[in-house]
């Protein structure tokens, strides 16, 4: 069965500097990756998502990931964090059967 | 196009009350998910469709839970009787079809769901 860590659960980082958010994930096939944002008291956004070819995925909101098939990774980085920045930070994989597997989240904190 | 739609956005409930949620999907989408999402983690699939049939309800409690989607449109998501560990936000979500991973989700903004 897949399974996602999210290596950190809070990440404070203070504006404009750079962030990463970790995720390491568990597979015996080939998965599709994806990485959502959700603000308070709202669902899930997609930001991006990794299917094949380039291992390096933009995203929306200047955020970027890199899939590493070697260190099964697929961190989540941004050059930049703005305050709006805040907000917690899902990593999943999806399965065989089109089913979205999450880690536990990451908690990103922007300070000013 | 208008996103997935869910209600209530909030409910408190006593233990062993009875609570529905429901859910309208994105206009063709064929698959519509219901996802539990208790504080401090990650969302957990409760149940599958695909049109009005269950693809997946392995991780649903059935001695409690229950979920249906008529038509194979709207879904409503059932409790009874709740208990203090059901307290969490229940997310519906929909995709385009099943084997289109590019076509990705679309969650609704959630039900909060408070058992006391």
């Known amino acids: 069965a897949q399974s996602v860590t999210q290596l950190d659960s809070q990440v404070p980082v203070f504006e404009e500097a750079p962030v990463e958010l970790r995720c390491n994930y568990s597979?015996?096939?080939?998965?599709?990756l994806f990485w959502y944002v959700q603000y308070p008291n709202q669902g899930l956004q997609l930001l991006l998502k990794?299917?094949?070819?380039?291992?390096l995925v933009k995203g929306i909101n200047g955020f970027e990931a890199e899939f590493n098939k070697s260190q099964t990774s697929f961190h989540l980085r941004k050059p930049s964090v703005h305050i709006s920045d805040t907000a917690e930070y899902f990593c999943?994989?999806?399965?065989?059967?089109?089913?979205?597997?999450f880690g536990k989240g990451t908690k990103l904190s922007v300070i000013p | 196009e208008a996103g997935v739609a869910q209600s209530p956005r909030y409910k408190i409930i006593e233990k062993r009350q009875s609570v529905a949620f429901w859910c309208n999907p994105i206009s063709g989408h064929a698959t519509l998910y219901w996802y539990q999402q208790i504080l401090g983690q990650g969302p957990k699939l409760l149940i599958q469709?695909?049109?009005?049939?269950?693809?997946?309800d392995s991780q649903l409690p059935k001695d409690r839970f229950s979920a249906e989607r008529l038509k194979g449109v709207d879904s409503t998501l059932k409790i009874q009787p709740a208990k203090l560990e059901d307290s969490a936000v229940y997310l519906c979500?929909?995709?385009?079809?099943?084997?289109?991973?590019?076509?990705?989700?679309?969650f609704g903004s959630g039900t909060r769901l408070t058992v006391v």
């Open positions: 979500a929909s995709s385009l079809r099943p084997g289109q991973p590019n076509y990705g989700y679309t």
């Open positions: 597979s015996s096939v080939s998965v599709y």
């Open positions: 990794y299917l094949s070819g380039s291992t």
């Open positions: 469709f695909q049109n009005n049939g269950v693809v997946d």
């Open positions: 999943a994989v999806m399965t065989g059967s089109y089913q979205l597997t």
